[in-house]
């Protein structure tokens, strides 16, 4: 992996060698320092790089927030009881899938099981053939 360093030289992120050696070639970062790998083209051949730096400083957004319908407060609402089936709930489930629009909302997002999560998938619950224990709701 290449260590990826903004411009202030703060570490951002890390990727594949190449896209490393791809940043550098097109002059959107700097090397600092590189690997004995040899990374071959048709045209050319380089070192991979180890740790890069960007020339044009990338400002870190914020997280998006999802009206505070998170994972741990949609499973302590539902008390990490799977909606489903009843039994212990350790993920989230949207009950409208995001595949079809469903939104990160209290109403859509019910805590679940990972056997219930696994078996409705991407599907609806009336394609699923599941039913909810309870109607989510926004506290």
């Known amino acids: 992996r290449t260590l990826v360093l903004n411009a202030d030289y703060s570490p951002l992120s890390a990727c594949h060698p190449v ?6 070639r097109e002059n959107k970062a700097h090397e600092v320092e590189s690997t004995d790998i040899l990374l071959f083209s ?19 957004g914020k997280p ?18 799977c909606q489903y089936c009843g039994g212990v709930a350790r993920t989230v489930d949207h009950v409208i899938p995001k595949s079809d629009g469903g939104r990160d909302t209290w ?6 099981c990972a056997k219930c999560n696994a078996r409705k998938g991407a ?4 394609q699923s053939g599941m039913r909810l224990l309870r109607e989510p709701l926004e506290p």
């Open 19 to 24: 896209r490393g050696a791809l940043l550098l």
């Open 42 to 60: 048709e045209k050319l051949s380089l070192r991979a790089p180890a740790v890069i730096v960007l020339t044009q400083y990338q400002s870190i």
């Open 64 to 81: 998006r927030r999802t009206g505070n319908s998170t994972r741990p407060r949609i499973l302590q609402r539902d008390a990490c009881v």
């Open 107 to 112: 109403t859509n997002m019910v805590a679940c």
């Open 123 to 126: 599907l609806s619950l009336k």
